[in-house]
Every structure is written in structure tokens, then in C-alpha cells.
């Protein structure tokens, strides 16, 4: 599906940073991208939703 196909861009993000992904990162990277998909599903444009997503991982960075 849609959903699956697009968890790598979340996880290579991550591992772009660390060196290991734990399984709690895992599971909220599965969690928010079955939120993406509920997002596309209801109407949302799977461009504007992950450009929102980037968005708020680029903010998180720059905040810590």
C-alpha cells in the first residue's frame, strides 16, 4: 500500500542523524505514518501532509 511504501523517507531521516534506530523510534515512525495515511484518506493531500511532517522534524532539530 501507499502507507508502506512511504515509511522510508521517516526512517532514512532518522538514521541520516543516528547511528541506531531503537524500537520506540521504529514504532513512531509505523505510528505517524498510519496517521499520514489516515490524513490522505480522509482527503489530505499526501504532499501537504508530509511537507508538514518535514517541517515539524526540521523544527523539532533546530529546537534541541
Same mark, same amino acid.
Given at each position: 500500500?501507499?502507507?508502506?511504501?512511504?515509511?522510508?523517507?521517516?526512517?532514512?531521516?532518522?538514521?541520516?542523524?543516528?547511528?541506531?534506530i531503537? @524500537?520506540?523510534? *521504529? #514504532?513512531?515512525?509505523e505510528? %505517524?505514518?498510519?496517521? /499520514?495515511?489516515?490524513?490522505?484518506?480522509?482527503? @489530505?493531500?499526501? *504532499? #501537504?501532509?508530509?511537507?508538514l %511532517?518535514?517541517?515539524? /522534524?526540521?523544527?523539532?532539530?533546530?529546537?534541541?
Amino acid at each position: 500500500t501507499g502507507v508502506q511504501t512511504c515509511a522510508l523517507p521517516i526512517s532514512a531521516s532518522t538514521v541520516a542523524n543516528r547511528q541506531r534506530i531503537d @524500537a520506540f523510534n *521504529d #514504532a513512531l515512525a509505523e505510528q %505517524v505514518e498510519g496517521q /499520514i495515511g489516515t490524513l490522505v484518506a480522509g482527503g @489530505a493531500k499526501e *504532499d #501537504a501532509v508530509r511537507k508538514l %511532517v518535514s517541517d515539524a /522534524i526540521n523544527l523539532g532539530r533546530s529546537a534541541s
